[in-house]
């Protein structure tokens, strides 16, 4: 099987040859047909999180190397382990990369998402950028339907992350207003979504105007420039005194901030974004207002399969992809780093 991989941090993917896996027990398979390049894999590269004042969170001590980035995965089985009855070769199957250990309270609960002992698919154990992929169990498999095969790949962290921040404030938003920052890959995602599983009216914030452009063609209800002066203003005029609801997707202290200023009373934040840095607000707004700032990381396996039946339920409008092959896996990463890109850019074989 060919990967593209890390061998040094920061430096240029290589491209590898070695065997293709032999599945044992419940093990699957998978021939990848696609595979997304999200942000967060731009950190995975180069091996460490802006934590802001100049600090840096090491996570190159997660992985050993050479590593095949790509959490954003679809395939074909090709073949399975023994003890596999619910899936046969040539299904096409989504698989689901946030996976745990199974065994502690936190996975039995059915968050193997927040595991702290996690075998998650392109961060910790090897990913989509390659031939194949080997999926533990195929409980982490999930059909799409009809939806195209690079769009179905994108479900796997930006519609499940996505999904999940916006479930968090669902009830909030609802009949009310909601601030989506940030209309990249996963924010865009998030405009779809949310549009999909609630009645709200949606603004979004972004610093690139074709982003806003896109968001606005895509069913914002307004967009904004958060750097535009009186851009706070604007918002709380559009909003009324204020979003129910805000979502950051970005997660950087400038996004973060303007995020909490645009907040309304009894209003609550989630940031979704690993951009990283830091932000200063006083604390004594937190009860004046009666608001809250929460973060959230990807999705359950059950918010997964609450988003692909919405999926494939045809209420998700597409959010833009394109297809690039395997082996520009460097240049896009590049391309994300620069903010070349609007939506999502999927590697296909």
């Known amino acids: 099987m060919l990967s593209y991989q ?98 502690c309270a936190i996975c039995a609960r059915g968050d193997e998402h927040l595991c702290a002992k996690p075998a998650q698919l392109g961060v910790h154990v090897d990913g989509g950028y390659a031939s194949h992929v080997t999926v533990p169990h195929s409980r982490y498999l999930y059909d799409y339907g009809d939806v195209s095969t690079e769009l179905a790949c994108t479900y796997a962290c930006s519609g499940i992350t996505a999904f999940g921040a916006l479930n968090k404030v669902r009830e909030l938003a609802t009949g009310n207003q909601l601030l989506i920052v940030g209309a990249g890959g996963v924010g865009f995602a998030g405009l779809m979504i949310a549009q999909a599983m609630m009645d ?60 909490m200023s645009c907040l309304a009373a009894n ?19 937190f009860p004046l207002k009666n608001i809250s700032l929460r973060g959230s990381i990807t999705g359950s396996p059950a918010e997964m399969a609450e988003l692909m039946a919405l999926v494939k339920s045809g209420k998700v409008k597409p959010l833009p992809v394109a297809a690039r092959g395997m082996g520009e896996a460097q240049q896009t990463l590049e391309d994300l780093q620069a903010g070349r890109i609007v939506g999502r850019v999927v590697l296909v074989p």
């Open 6 to 103: 890390i061998t040094e941090y920061g430096k240029p993917l290589e491209a590898l040859e070695r065997a293709t896996p032999v599945p044992e027990g419940d093990e699957v398979l998978l021939k990848i047909t696609a595979s997304g390049v999200c942000h967060s894999d731009l950190h995975l590269w180069e091996g460490y999180f802006d934590l802001g004042g100049g600090r840096k969170a090491d996570i190159t001590r997660l992985r050993d190397l050479p590593f095949t980035l790509g959490h954003e995965i679809v395939g074909e089985v090709e073949a399975v382990g023994p003890n596999v009855a619910d899936v046969k070769p040539g299904d096409r199957r989504i698989a689901y990369p946030w996976i745990g250990c199974g065994d």
């Open 267 to 285: 209003g609550e934040m989630v940031v979704v974004g690993l951009f990283g840095g830091s932000f200063d607000m006083s604390v004594a707004m």
């Open 200 to 259: 709200t009216e949606i603004v979004v914030a972004d610093i690139d105007e074709a982003k806003l452009e896109a968001a606005k063609a895509a069913g914002a209800a307004h967009v904004i420039n958060p750097t535009a002066d009186g851009a706070r203003k604007q918002v709380m005029a559009m909003t009324g005194g204020g979003a129910a609801a805000v979502v950051d997707f970005v997660g950087s202290g400038p996004s973060t901030q303007f995020g």
